[in-house]
């Protein structure tokens, strides 16, 4: 397949352009590392955002950077790293900025630090048609008319080309540590309501793993609060917990549903790792598609959706709301409806 | 007027007789919000369900009438200001709270519901709403998403939209639809992101369910005076730059803090140039780091007094100093214009000291309350509408303010929004393109254009005929989301 790689934003404009006036489907990539969420698409061509890799600006004093979409997560990381700061979103080092913000990926640490569209201040979108559209600000805080960045972050590459973020991010904690303890059932419900801001209480079916991060005298505390409830296994200094790459299977779901929920779709699974407070469940399951449509079966009655994030199986039917809305917001972006057709929800 | 009357009709007969007013005095009322600008209704509803909202929407689609939403009628920007035979949809009637599942960290509640009662309603339970904004005693959370709401205690919490799972909204098409979800992702584009903060122009809120958050176990507040307003704004920056994210950072000048203290009697030192009340809160041992922290930056910058809150009565007291800031300044003058722009905290020095120099050129009292450790302003011009020629003095350093903001690489707004008042400086900020991108989404929501025309968006600002041909939408649904203003809807 032809792989396009500029290295400019006109020339990503250009591409896109072009591809429009030839009614050409074509898939936007960054650093692949997300490519399986998203329903399977036949497309023409390649973008690849690779060669778009700049760090534009970043400021400790204002806890945001702005990065070129093609920017990889590992470059920067060790540039916030240097000025002891870090965007907590937890993708691997080699996918992209842009393609991180358009797969939203759920960090581990979401139940402290929230979800990624959260961070997501501005951003400079190419649409289809090759209009380079900016929205938000390069302020924590802004009011300012329609927030196409929203509609843009997990959009998966169907509204437009990510060629600028602008994120909020945060100090690095003073300290890390993973707490294991190995209780049974209602330990994670024990441990949510006793331990005080937890950057994450990651289930399996095995054990339970605490996250902790901030000044060492904090998360001792922490620990001690976590001792009060469950019996303490293990503990792993300068650790975080795994996400869902530590889980040996060939498809993964990510499942997302209200938190009380995440007992009944686990139930008779054995890989998988939730996140308790939030609702997320990554699942492993065999390349199998009764089990997977078992799963979504379930989820569906606990009001949540089942994606695909490794494998085979894509987004799942999960109904779209306001469908109508969808189908023009898809026309207005994408007009000769080339970016990555039938890829997202809905089948846009 | 026919149609008016018809549509009134038709109204009371679904919503009540009692719940629709089309009497003069009725329209005067709701002629506006808090902003400056005022406009004219032409019928005021006042639903109280999920029905009668359709009902709002059929009827005014029927009579071919603008929807005005409005909660509290508290917003400072006019998004809620009428134009024209508008139908003003009035949510307080719907306040109740539906639901609360702290196993679920979420709450369900009607838009009129005040943001504050949310608060009360939850005290025991160990979580909270966290969004307060200064308006919160009378703010609804139906407004608070219009605007996408701030607060104090949003520097470490999020604005609004990081409080909000999900909406049930009444489309324009008289449809029901839920954008977000009660879990943490739903299928689709992130509708809920684009409707929080755009000021009711995308569809009527029937319900929101909203996030709960853990209450801190631990706070630490203190008050910190200063001579010079340099060296607080300094302190903020060196409050961030050592890693210390408080829970609240916020600045007010001497002019504001001698109103308030005459008012209400929270201790504030009227000698200083400026003072900063900083919040700290989390686990016990992390507050006691960060106040180390925070009382270092301070003392790199001259800080010269330091009152610290020993009790939860000194806490709500010093509170109760910021909090009353928007009462306390009818004591400088009877009308007052407040203003809200972002900048980059590193910016703030430069831009306080030029919104001083403007209001001193076009000799206008002004006083600052805002949120500093999200670089938000907050300017506040006092006037006397009386004194000839002092509106086209406060607009004129509006204008100058807002470009200052812009110049220095901020926003034009931090939580109030755009509404009529700051639409046309749109252009400041964004590219043709941008704003007809903008305009497209709105039509997607909005192919009628019937929900609170004429705001957010400057005049001109057009989808353009693209996106409406491929879509096979008829033509009538590009809108042109501006039309100029009318002529004295500033007051």
Known sequence: MDLIAPTTRERVRAALRDASTRRSPIAIIGGRTHAAKGNRVEVDRELSIAGLDRLVAFDRAEMLAVAEGGMRIGALREALAEDGQEWPADAPDEATVGGTVAAAPSSPRRLRFGPLRDTVVELELVTGDGRLVRSGARTVKSVQGYDVHRLATGSLGTLGTIVQVAVKVRPLPHARRVVVVEDGVETERRLLEAVPLPASIVATAERVEIGLEGWPEEIEEQTGAIAGVATVAEILDGDTPAGPEAIDAPVVVEAGVPPSKLDTILEGESAFRALIGVGIAWIGLPDDGDRLTALRRRVAEAGGIAPVIRGPGGLGDAPVPAIEVHRRLKAAFDPANILAPGRFWGGL | ?491
């Open chain 2, 1 to 491: 007027m026919a149609n008016l009357e018809a549509a009134r009709r038709e109204l009371a007969a679904a919503l009540g007789e009692g719940e629709v007013l089309s009497e003069p005095l009725a329209l005067r009322l709701y002629a506006r919000d808090a902003s400056i600008v005022e406009g004219s209704a032409g019928l005021v509803a006042f639903p109280r369900s999920a029905d009668d909202l359709v009902a709002c929407v059929r009827t005014a689609a029927a009579h071919d009438l603008a929807i005005v939403p409005r909660g509290s009628g508290t917003g400072l920007a006019g998004a809620s200001t009428p134009i024209g035979d508008a139908l003003v949809v009035v949510t307080s009637k719907m306040d109740r709270i539906l639901e609360i599942r702290t196993e679920d960290r979420l709450a369900w509640v009607e838009p009129g519901l005040f943001n504050l009662d949310l608060g009360t309603a939850l005290h025991g339970t160990g979580f909270t709403y966290m969004p307060d904004p200064s308006s919160q005693q009378v703010s609804s959370i139906g407004g608070n998403v219009g605007t996408n709401a701030g607060g104090p205690h949003c520097l470490a919490y999020g604005v609004t939209s990081a409080h909000v799972h999900a909406l049930d909204l009444v489309l324009a098409d008289g449809s029901l639809a839920r954008v977000g979800a009660e879990g943490p992702e739903a299928a689709g584009y992130d509708l809920r992101g684009v409707v929080v903060g755009a000021e009711g122009t995308l569809g009527l809120v029937a319900a929101a369910c909203v996030r709960l958050t853990p209450e801190p176990p631990a706070i630490h507040t203190m008050l910190m005076g200063f001579d010079a307003v340099e060296d607080c704004a300094a302190t903020v920056s060196g409050i961030i730059a050592r890693g210390v994210v408080p829970a609240a950072l916020e600045m007010m000048d001497q002019g504001i803090v001698r109103a308030v203290e005459s008012f209400a009697h929270a201790g504030y030192p009227t000698d200083a140039a400026a003072v900063l009340l900083v919040e700290v809160d989390g686990i016990a041992h992390a507050v006691a780091a960060e106040v180390r922290e925070v009382e270092a930056a301070a003392r790199a910058n001259g800080v010269v007094s330091v009152r610290e809150a020993a009790t939860p009565e000194e806490r709500g007291l010093l509170w109760k100093g910021r909090k009353s800031a928007f009462g306390a300044i009818a004591r400088i003058a009877p009308h007052y214009h407040l203003h809200d722009c972002v900048v980059p905290r590193t910016k703030l020095v430069e831009v306080l000291g030029g919104v001083y120099e403007i209001c001193r050129h076009e000799e206008l009292t002004v006083t600052n309350v805002f949120h500093a450790g999200d670089g938000n302003l907050h300017p506040l011009l006092s006037f006397d509408r009386s004194e000839p020629g002092v509106l086209e003095r406060v607009l004129r350093a509006s204008e100058e303010i807002v470009r200052l903001c812009v110049d220095a690489g901020g926003s034009l707004s931090g939580e109030h929004g755009i509404g009529l008042e700051k639409r046309d400086f749109m252009p400041l900020v964004f590219t043709p393109d941008d704003l007809a991108t903008q305009a497209c989404v709105r039509s997607a929501f909005d192919p009628s254009g019937r929900m609170n025309p004429m705001k957010v968006l400057p005049d001109g600002a057009r989808c353009g005929d693209f996106a409406v041909a491929a879509a096979g939408a008829d033509a009538a649904g590009v809108v042109d989301a501006g039309a100029p203003i009318p002529e004295g809807t500033w007051i």
